[in-house]
């Protein structure tokens, strides 16, 4: 008899979060959907309690942190590097100038003036001590790790969800297994074309949600400080980790569609875009 589906759908980490599980039980996916909620308390940067805030508050002090906080400032060095800087979770002070002050649900407001903001590089600001396990950040800098976490959180989540498994947060989805058909997990891309994975992460990144205002949205041109002009709303990207797809995803949506698919196809990755309102006729093909 073939294993039962099980789900959880709920939400966490500013997103709709979703886990399937093939013969691991109930059991599996409240343990992770406890560490999607362990993980939002650490890491949001709305609840002057949680670690990120204690190091967003250090003013530059070494600030001893807990191996999962120091994982993701690891990883968010990783995605600045990997995306020659367009990633950034330096970015937090733009986002807040920019209104984004306050969970998404509670209602944003745009500001009526808004000045160019300069977003350092993040290891200018950022230095990790692997033999203390701290980190000091400067003290005019603060950091934004929702994307990082997602993506990571997601690759880690998927060995615990078993060997049959999605575990989507948000947009960031990671797979493993034949799916309930034996012919691997189907997921849809932003274009409406879907792809088959036995293993690897499908990764969307856009601006057609997170909006307010007349023109405000989340994703910030690091070189510039404001949300960035793209001519992409969204982006999708297969690829073999979460993390990976979530930074190729968002550096493509920064960079718009002649430089993102230049991007993405220096990387050889699969990929979906669709243009902007106003930037196209009509949705890019899938590519290879």
Same mark, same amino acid.
């Given at each position: 008899?073939?294993?039962?589906?099980?789900?959880?759908?709920?939400?966490? /980490?500013?997103?709709? !979060?979703?886990?399937?599980?093939?013969? %691991?039980?109930?059991?599996?996916? +409240?343990? !992770? +959907?406890? *560490?999607?909620?362990?993980? @939002?308390?650490?890491?949001?940067?709305?609840?002057?309690?949680? @670690?990120?805030?204690?190091?967003?508050?250090?003013?530059?002090?070494?600030? =001893?942190?807990?191996? +999962?906080?120091?994982?993701?400032?690891?990883?968010?060095?990783?995605?600045? @590097?990997?995306?020659?800087?367009?990633?950034?979770?330096?970015?937090?002070?733009? /986002?807040?100038?920019?209104?984004?002050?306050?969970?998404?649900?509670?209602?944003?407001?745009?500001?009526?003036?808004?000045?160019?903001?300069?977003?350092?590089?993040?290891?200018?600001? /950022?230095?990790?001590?692997?033999?203390?396990? %701290?980190?000091?950040?400067?003290?005019?800098?603060?950091?934004?790790?929702?994307?990082?976490?997602?993506?990571?959180?997601?690759? #880690?989540?998927?060995? @615990?969800?078993?060997?049959?498994?999605?575990?989507?947060?948000?947009?960031?989805?990671?797979?493993?297994?034949?799916?309930?058909?034996?012919?691997? *997990?189907?997921?849809?891309?932003?274009?409406? %074309?879907?792809?088959?994975?036995?293993?690897?992460?499908? !990764?969307?990144?856009?601006?057609?949600?997170?909006? *307010?205002?007349?023109?405000?949205?989340?994703? #910030?041109?690091?070189?510039?400080?404001?949300?960035?002009?793209?001519?992409?709303?969204?982006?999708?990207?297969?690829?073999?980790?979460?993390?990976?797809?979530?930074?190729?995803?968002?550096?493509?949506?920064?960079?718009?569609?002649?430089?993102?698919?230049?991007?993405?196809?220096?990387?050889?990755?699969?990929?979906?875009?669709? =243009?902007?309102?106003?930037?196209?006729?009509?949705?890019?093909?899938?590519?290879?």
């Amino acid at each position: 008899m073939s294993p039962e589906l099980q789900s959880r759908h709920f939400d966490a /980490l500013g997103s709709t !979060c979703e886990l399937l599980s093939l013969g %691991s039980g109930q059991a599996a996916l +409240e343990r !992770c +959907e406890r *560490w999607v909620r362990d993980a @939002e308390a650490r890491f949001t940067r709305f609840l002057p309690d949680s @670690e990120l805030a204690g190091l967003n508050a250090g003013g530059g002090r070494y600030v =001893p942190v807990s191996p +999962e906080l120091f994982a993701m400032l690891e990883a968010a060095l990783w995605a600045f @590097e990997e995306s020659s800087g367009l990633v950034n979770a330096a970015v937090l002070p733009a /986002l807040v100038a920019a209104g984004y002050d306050r969970p998404f649900r509670l209602g944003l407001a745009e500001p009526a003036h808004l000045n160019p903001l300069p977003i350092p590089r993040l290891p200018d600001v /950022l230095i990790l001590d692997q033999a203390t396990r %701290s980190a000091a950040l400067a003290p005019a800098a603060a950091l934004d790790l929702g994307g990082i976490v997602k993506g990571a959180l997601a690759d #880690i989540l998927i060995d @615990e969800l078993g060997e049959n498994a999605v575990c989507n947060l948000g947009g960031d989805l990671r797979v493993r297994g034949a799916g309930p058909d034996g012919d691997g *997990w189907h997921i849809g891309l932003c274009d409406h %074309s879907a792809v088959a994975l036995t293993d690897g992460a499908v !990764c969307t990144s856009g601006v057609t949600r997170r909006r *307010w205002g007349q023109s405000m949205h989340h994703l #910030i041109d690091p070189g510039t400080g404001m949300p960035a002009r793209t001519d992409l709303a969204e982006v999708s990207v297969v690829t073999d980790s979460a993390l990976r797809g979530e930074v190729y995803a968002k550096s493509a949506m920064l960079l718009g569609a002649a430089a993102g698919i230049a991007f993405l196809e220096a990387r050889g990755v699969h990929y979906a875009l669709v =243009p902007a309102v106003g930037a196209g006729d009509g949705i890019l093909p899938a590519a290879a």
